[in-house]
């Protein structure tokens, strides 16, 4: 039985395969964006794929995304990570290799 790692949504804070969930990271620039690899360096932060529009209200709301990622509260631009999303879900997913 193979090992499944878990990570915890920074917005609702529920536990969930990693596969699950998005991950975002702060970019070279200092902003925080989406890593759609989920594979980026450095310290990243995750919300539920499937509420996560949901999930990144409620991370503004108690500040967790700021948290996790080690921010302050005016750095991270929640519009542009809005418009991201949508962008994101707009995008047909990839066939696989």
Same mark, same amino acid.
């Given at each position: &039985?193979?090992?499944? $790692?878990?990570?915890?949504?920074? /917005?609702? #804070?529920?536990? #969930? $395969?990693? +596969?699950?969930? &998005?991950?975002?990271?702060?970019?070279?620039? !200092?902003?925080?964006?989406?890593?759609?690899?989920?594979? +980026?360096? +450095?310290? !990243?932060?995750?919300?539920?794929?499937? *509420?996560?529009? %949901?999930?990144?209200?409620?991370? /503004?709301?108690?500040? !967790?995304?700021?948290?996790?990622? #080690?921010? !302050?509260?005016?750095? =991270?631009?929640?519009?542009?990570?809005?418009?991201?999303?949508?962008? =994101? %879900?707009? *995008?047909? $997913?990839? $066939?696989?290799?």
């Amino acid at each position: &039985m193979s090992h499944v $790692p878990e990570r915890s949504c920074v /917005g609702c #804070r529920v536990k #969930r $395969p990693k +596969g699950d969930l &998005m991950r975002l990271g702060v970019d070279p620039e !200092g902003g925080v964006s989406f890593d759609v690899s989920g594979q +980026g360096l +450095g310290r !990243g932060a995750y919300l539920c794929a499937g *509420t996560a529009v %949901e999930c990144l209200a409620l991370a /503004g709301r108690h500040h !967790g995304l700021a948290r996790s990622l #080690r921010l !302050g509260h005016g750095v =991270i631009n929640y519009a542009k990570l809005q418009s991201q999303l949508a962008q =994101i %879900e707009e *995008t047909p $997913p990839s $066939p696989p290799r």
